[in-house]
């Protein structure tokens, strides 16, 4: 049995995918997790409403025309630190609640079952993740030009859209470590106590400088923290610290959510095949 094995193996010859056929397929699962997530009100809805809600509370109802934070017009200042919590949680909830509920209903054993490349599932939540972002904060670009007396040039506005969405891959490798984690029926709390206690402590709500001293000094070893930091530095609103220094703690918090999501993936996988 054992030299019939070997020579099919010997004879027949290593299929190997072309390029473009991973990309296709990589393609693919982006676009239906899009679609999955777009589809489902709960998500879609949620991810972009919430932000949207609070920026015109706080933004355009409450504000006043006058009113700046660090010389910075309120209503600016507020599409850097909402951008930032929106960006949080379409990235937390768009891959820890869906991990965490696609490993409990076994559909991981499904995917590994298939011949798509395994990196194709995770790249397909960080990708949809990053477009509920771009949607969020292009919805308070809206409000802020259209409502709240907004003014930013094109590369302000591409700039901060870009370092937005970019920083939502932070966020996407934290929820890939809590939905390792976390159970499909516990996902949702569990990223709660996170997302809403981050937020608040980071400066997100409320301007940093309006928070307790030791809120102040927490909020520079919280990751949100230096998301902010580095989209209010576009609009002229933030601290006088230097970009490097929040770029460095978020790609190394990023690593770290990413060596914590592999710890859980192992223990997934010693226990389905070990």
């Not at 995770?122 to 802020?144: C, E, N, P, T």
Request: aromatic share 12%.
């Amino acid at each position: 049995m054992a030299t019939a094995a070997t020579t099919i193996d010997s004879i027949t010859p290593a299929l190997a995918r072309p390029f473009g056929r991973t990309l296709t397929i990589y393609a693919k699962e982006a676009k239906f997790e899009f679609l999955t997530r777009l589809r489902l009100r709960a998500f879609s809805l949620s991810t972009i409403g919430f932000p949207v809600m609070f920026y015109i509370l706080f933004g355009l109802v409450l504000n006043s025309k006058e009113a700046a934070v660090n010389g910075t017009h309120f209503a600016t200042y507020l599409i850097a630190t909402f951008g930032t919590f929106g960006v949080m949680g379409a990235s937390l909830f768009g891959t820890a609640a869906g991990l965490a509920t696609e490993r409990g209903l076994g559909w991981l054993q499904v995917k590994r079952a298939s011949p798509m490349p395994p990196f194709a599932y995770f790249a397909a939540k960080v990708v949809m993740s990053m477009i509920f972002s771009a949607a969020v904060v292009l919805s308070l670009f809206a409000l802020g030009v259209t409502f709240g007396g907004v003014h930013l040039t094109a590369m302000q506005t591409m700039k901060l859209l870009g370092i937005l969405v970019l920083g939502s891959l932070p966020f996407c490798a934290m929820g890939l470590a809590i939905g390792y984690f976390a159970g499909p029926t516990s996902a949702a709390s569990i990223i709660q106590l996170f997302y809403l206690p981050l937020s608040v402590c980071s400066g997100l709500w409320v301007p940093l400088m309006l928070l307790p001293k030791v809120l102040q000094e927490l909020a520079h070893f919280l990751p949100p923290y230096h998301l902010a930091q580095l989209a209010l530095g576009v609009v002229g609103g933030g601290q006088p610290e230097s970009s490097w220094t929040h770029w460095v703690i978020l790609i190394g918090f990023t690593l770290i959510s990413l060596g914590v999501a592999r710890v859980g993936f192992q223990r997934d996988e010693g226990k389905t095949y070990g």
